[in-house]
């Protein structure tokens, strides 16, 4: 499958405890980007890389939050100390062009 | 800053209907905007895409229309299938390297 892959598919942590996903992208996709998405709403961006470059970040991105994408292939997003409200499914998602974005499964949160 | 609504949080239609669904935006001239389809559990698949210089584009049995001066979108959907139940998502781009989602229908067809 040469989609764009994300691990794990599910995480449960409990409260304070860090996490880390990982994204695979398309391999010939330079433009990789993180979305969160909580239930009954519509994806909201994160975080945008070309190739290992970070260029944007929203404001939901807080101190918490770090992604990184080294060598301008995979990407990781790390929380640290989980609060609750962190509950939500975390989409990657990479593209070619500022258009059509392929995205992933997701890895879908649980905070205790 | 942008805001998009989408018509109805879920629209039931009968197998072989034309479904409509509608995508209203405000405070943003966007070059483009993209539908995309989402199943539970799973990510966005991207649909159509249509731009501001483009009254209508269509696909299959998907049509898409965008009015810059009413600033809507319709999506269609002829000839609806069970296989056709999904959310559907609007999107904007931004101007930055991003898309503004709207917060989707959830269509159901009924066989």
């Known amino acids: 499958d040469t989609g764009v892959s994300q691990d794990p598919r599910h995480k449960i942590t409990k409260r304070g405890q860090n996490v880390t996903f990982r994204c695979d992208p398309i391999s010939e996709h330079n433009r990789l980007y993180w979305y969160r998405q909580t239930l009954g709403q519509g994806p909201e961006f994160l975080t945008y890389?070309?190739?290992?470059?970070?260029?944007?970040k929203s404001r939901l991105l807080s101190d918490r939050f770090s992604a990184e994408r080294p060598k301008g292939s995979f990407s990781t997003l790390e929380i640290q100390r989980t609060e609750q409200g962190d509950s939500a499914m975390y989409l990657c998602a990479s593209s070619s062009s500022p258009v059509e974005q392929f995205f992933g499964p997701g890895t879908r949160l649980t905070v205790l | 800053s942008q805001k998009i609504e989408q018509n109805s949080e879920a629209l039931n239609i009968q197998e072989g209907k034309t479904a409509t669904l509608t995508c209203n935006y405000t405070n943003y001239s966007p070059a483009y905007l993209q539908w995309y389809r989402q199943d539970p559990g799973r990510g966005p698949v991207f649909l159509l895409l249509?731009?501001?210089?483009?009254k209508e584009k269509r696909k299959e049995r998907l049509k898409v229309t965008f009015d810059t001066t009413l600033k809507q979108s319709l999506f269609h959907i002829t000839a609806s299938q069970p296989a056709d139940s999904a959310t559907y998502l609007c999107?904007?781009?931004?101007?930055?390297?991003?898309?503004?989602f709207g917060t989707g229908t959830r269509l159901t067809v009924i066989p």
């Open positions: 890389f070309q190739n290992e470059a970070q260029l944007e």
């Open positions: 999107a904007l781009e931004t101007g930055a390297n991003n898309l503004f």
């Open positions: 249509i731009r501001e210089n483009e």
